[in-house]
């Protein structure tokens, strides 16, 4: 019954690396999100997908971008992974497109921890 | 920029007591969700609030939406231990996708 999943329940990188964390959604959602969380500041949105190859900034896209090649997967880059991207990385899907009426729930995969040494 | 303020952040209750948990947000909105996230779990949808005066309730859960003041509650009935959880306000901005959350209240119910 998993609707969102993300590949990597918990990696350890190092400083420098190039990190690729992925999402894969089942339920034909048009549009996709990339939140990390950090404690006392709830999730803090990065980047979200509305279509295929399109997406926009959130409030914090430095240090990271996005792939969106394929409806179903969204993934997350880290070009060169630094101490203060540590955090719980969570990929959420819901129906929609671009713009959006009425109620569009996140349905969100189980999360990625993300160490950097 | 659409903020999204939530408080208390932390709350300890004893079983059996009510409390309410509130959320502001800054500008014009037309969707206000509540999400409960259990330790190590991911994030589960709890109620979602479209219209100025909504109320939703579920078990001992209640909550309502003020669009002109921009203010959700969450108000907790009789507190039970299963309450204990993480609960997030967010908000959608009109017309768009986006959504932006709460920094979360955790909920502690003692016996």
């Known amino acids: 019954d998993v609707k969102v999943t993300q590949s990597s329940r918990y990696l350890v990188k190092r400083t420098g690396e190039k990190v690729f964390l992925e999402c894969v959604q089942d339920?034909?959602?048009?549009?996709m999100f990339w939140y990390r969380q950090d404690p006392g500041l709830g999730l803090r949105l990065i980047y979200f997908?509305?279509?295929?190859?399109?997406?926009e900034k959130g409030d914090i896209p430095e240090g990271y971008s996005v792939s969106r090649e394929k409806k179903e997967r969204f993934s997350l880059i880290l070009e060169s992974a630094s101490t203060n991207q540590t955090s719980m990385y969570l990929c959420?899907?819901?129906?929609?497109?671009?713009?959006?009426?009425?109620?569009?729930?996140?349905?969100f995969g189980a999360g990625s921890r993300l160490t950097v040494l | 920029e659409l903020k999204v303020e939530q408080n208390p952040l932390f709350l300890s209750m004893q079983e059996g007591k009510n409390y309410t948990i509130y959320c502001n947000y800054s500008t014009t909105s037309d969707r206000l969700y509540w999400y409960r996230q259990d330790p190590g779990k991911s994030l589960e949808s709890l109620f979602v609030l479209l219209s100025n005066g909504a109320v939703k309730q579920e078990g001992r859960l209640m909550a309502s939406l003020d669009t002109k003041a921009r203010l959700s509650t969450l108000h907790i009935t009789a507190a039970v231990h299963d309450l204990s959880a993480t609960y997030f306000c967010a908000v959608g901005r009109r017309y768009n996708n986006d959504m932006r959350f709460g920094a979360g209240t955790r909920l502690t119910v003692k016996p």
């Open positions: 997908s509305y279509d295929v190859k399109m997406k």
């Open positions: 339920m034909d959602h048009e549009n």
């Open positions: 959420a899907s819901t129906r929609g497109g671009r713009r959006v009426s009425g109620a569009n729930v996140l349905t």
